[in-house]
């Protein structure tokens, strides 16, 4: 089964480019567009795309509140990759924050957004450590959000989810945690889904965002 996508974009030229590189895979499909965040809803509820690739600023509803709402109302929502044409932009961070499964630029080449495409469909994060810690740099609260701390608190991560958190804010893949550890990839995974569920995140983004919202790992 090919992995269904629908666009989501205000510009026209944007959406063909991105359907013209995405529906050259023979693995994905485009399924819909939409030229604004207001349609996603009933669109993703009629065509249960897998990936929503959608811009991060529209002039109705834009990309943040669009995620909010798929991930409030829709019955097992797609995987949402935030495509932006600027990697340091508030809209970004929020768009993260509000559940947002990662982001890509809009300057990608073509072989980077089908990656992120089949990366983000296959249930994976999409995050670039120095831009993520620097979005948390100058957006974030550095530890000031109250209920990201209290969660951190209640979460009581052993040692070892503590130092795969920390690796996971890095932007360490799951290999490369057991590589760094000296463990198997399944080890890895076991701790990275014992994390996710001690901290209610739906991903590694949400458990990312939430230690650096939490103070537990410095966003410098």
């Known amino acids: 089964?090919?992995?269904t996508v629908l666009l989501v974009d205000d510009e026209p030229l944007v959406r063909a480019g991105l359907r013209a590189v995405?529906?050259?895979?023979?693995?994905?499909?485009?399924?819909?567009?939409?030229?604004?965040?207001?349609?996603?809803?009933?669109?993703?509820?009629?065509?249960?795309?897998?990936?929503v690739a959608m811009d991060v600023r529209m002039p109705l509803l834009d990309g943040i509140e669009a995620t909010r709402a798929l991930l409030r109302t829709v019955d097992e929502p797609p995987r949402i990759l935030v495509v932006t044409t600027f990697e340091n932009d508030e809209y970004v961070y929020e768009a993260l924050r509000a559940g947002a499964d990662g982001f890509l630029l809009k300057r990608a080449r073509p072989a980077e957004i089908v990656h992120a495409v089949r990366l983000i469909a296959e249930g994976e994060s999409l995050l670039f450590p120095a831009s993520v810690r620097q979005l948390a740099a100058e957006y974030g609260e550095g530890g000031g959000n109250r209920a990201a701390r209290a969660a951190m608190e209640r979460a009581q991560l052993t040692e070892r989810e503590a130092e795969v958190l920390r690796l996971m804010a890095r932007g360490l893949s799951n290999a490369e945690i057991a590589a760094r550890l000296v463990v198997g990839t399944e080890t890895v995974k076991s701790h990275v889904s014992s994390v996710l569920a001690k901290l209610g995140a739906r991903d590694r983004t949400q458990a990312v965002i939430a230690a650096y919202e939490s103070g537990f790992v410095a966003p410098g």
């Open 1 to 3: 089964m090919p992995v």
């Open 22 to 51: 995405l529906e050259a895979q023979p693995d994905i499909e485009v399924v819909g567009e939409a030229a604004d965040g207001a349609a996603v809803i009933p669109l993703v509820r009629r065509l249960r795309p897998d990936v």
